[in-house]
C-alpha cells in the first residue's frame, strides 16, 4: 500500500485530494472501486477520508473545514456543557464554503491544523471553547481536558495565550483534579460563596471524596451513569455512615441538578453551610 493509507489512519480524521491519491499510485479505478467497497468516502468533489470515520469528522470534511470547539473536545471524551451545534473552523480565506447549515457553527480563523487534517487540535479547539461558552462551564472544559492528561501545563499557557485578555482570568481556577465536570462546575458555586473547597481528600474510614467544603461537609456528585447500580448505592451509604461517625455531614449532589438547576443548588450549598458543622471531626 501507499502512504496515504486509510486503513493506517487510525483517527481517521484524514482528508486526501484525488490528486495525492493518484500521485501515491492510486488510478482512478481504484479509487472508484474503494469507494464501492466502503474503504474510502468521499466528502467533496476530488475529497476523501477513510470509511469509518466519525460523523461529525465526515461533516466538517464535506463543508470544507475541520472539526472544532467543544464538538472536537466532546468527541474526544472531554466535558462540555452546552453541545447543541456542530462546531466547524473554516479558513477566512477560503472561498466556495457552503453556508453553514442550521446545526452548524463556523469559526472563521485560521488554523495550525495540518492542511490534510479535519480536525483541529485540542489547544486550538479549547483556544475556542473558552469563547463559545459561560465562565464555568470553559473551566469544567479546561479541567477536564487537563485531567484527562490530553494537555498538560504549557498546553493550558498556550491557551491562554490564543485568547483575549478579558479570559485570562480564568486561569486561576483551573484544577486538574477534577474527576468530573459536575465536580468543577459544583467547587465554582462553592467558591461563589465564599467556601474553602478541597478536592479529591483521602478521609481515614471513609475513602476519597469529591469536594471537602470548609473542613466539615462532604460533597459528593453523583450521576446516574456510576451511582445507579445497588452494589454502588450500598457502598456510597455505608461511605455516608462512617462519615457521619467521624463528625463530617455527607450531600450528594445530582449531575443533573448541577448541571440544569445550578442557582437552586448554590441557594441550597448556602443553607446548608449557613448550619454549620454538626459536630467536631474526630
Known amino acids: 500500500m501507499t502512504s496515504l493509507d486509510p486503513w493506517r489512519d487510525k483517527n481517521r480524521e484524514s482528508v486526501w485530494t484525488t490528486h495525492e491519491l493518484h500521485a501515491a ?19 467533496r468533489q476530488g475529497r476523501f477520508v477513510a470509511a469509518g470515520a466519525h460523523d461529525d469528522i465526515v461533516a466538517a470534511a464535506r463543508l470544507g473545514g475541520r472539526l472544532d470547539c467543544v464538538t ?31 446545526d452548524v457553527i463556523y469559526h472563521w480563523r485560521p488554523s495550525s491544523a495540518p492542511r490534510d487534517r479535519a480536525a483541529v487540535d485540542v489547544v486550538e479547539a ?6 463559545c461558552q459561560p465562565p464555568r462551564s470553559a473551566v469544567a472544559t479546561l479541567d477536564n481536558a487537563w485531567h484527562l492528561g490530553l494537555v498538560d501545563e504549557a498546553d493550558v499557557s498556550e491557551v491562554f495565550a490564543r485568547v483575549p485578555h478579558r479570559f485570562h482570568a480564568l486561569r486561576p481556577l483551573l484544577d486538574s483534579r477534577a474527576e468530573a465536570g459536575t465536580e468543577s462546575l459544583a467547587r465554582l458555586l462553592l ?15 471513609v475513602g476519597r471524596v469529591d469536594l471537602l467544603v470548609d473542613g466539615w461537609l462532604i460533597v459528593e456528585c453523583d450521576s446516574e451513569q456510576f451511582h445507579s447500580a445497588w452494589l454502588v448505592l450500598k457502598k456510597d451509604r455505608r461511605r455516608d455512615m ?16 448541577i448541571l440544569y438547576r445550578p442557582d437552586r ?18
Do not use: K
Not at 32 to 43: E, I, P
Not at 126 to 131: E, S, Y
Open 72 to 102: 472536537l473536545l466532546a468527541l474526544r471524551g472531554v466535558f462540555v456543557h452546552h453541545h447543541s451545534h456542530r462546531h466547524v473552523q473554516q479558513d477566512p480565506l477560503a472561498s466556495r464554503r457552503p453556508p453553514a447549515p442550521r
Open 25 to 43: 499510485g492510486w488510478t482512478r479505478r481504484a479509487l472508484n472501486r474503494a469507494v464501492a467497497d466502503g474503504v474510502l468516502t468521499r466528502v
Open 265 to 282: 443548588v448554590r441557594a441550597a450549598l448556602g443553607r446548608i453551610l449557613a448550619h454549620g458543622a454538626p459536630g467536631p471531626n474526630s
Open 126 to 131: 479549547l483556544a475556542q471553547a473558552i469563547r
Open 191 to 205: 467558591r461563589q460563596l465564599g467556601c474553602r473547597v478541597e478536592l479529591q481528600v483521602q478521609i481515614g474510614g
Open 242 to 257: 462512617e462519615a457521619l461517625e467521624r463528625g463530617y455531614a455527607t450531600l450528594r449532589l445530582l449531575a443533573e441538578d
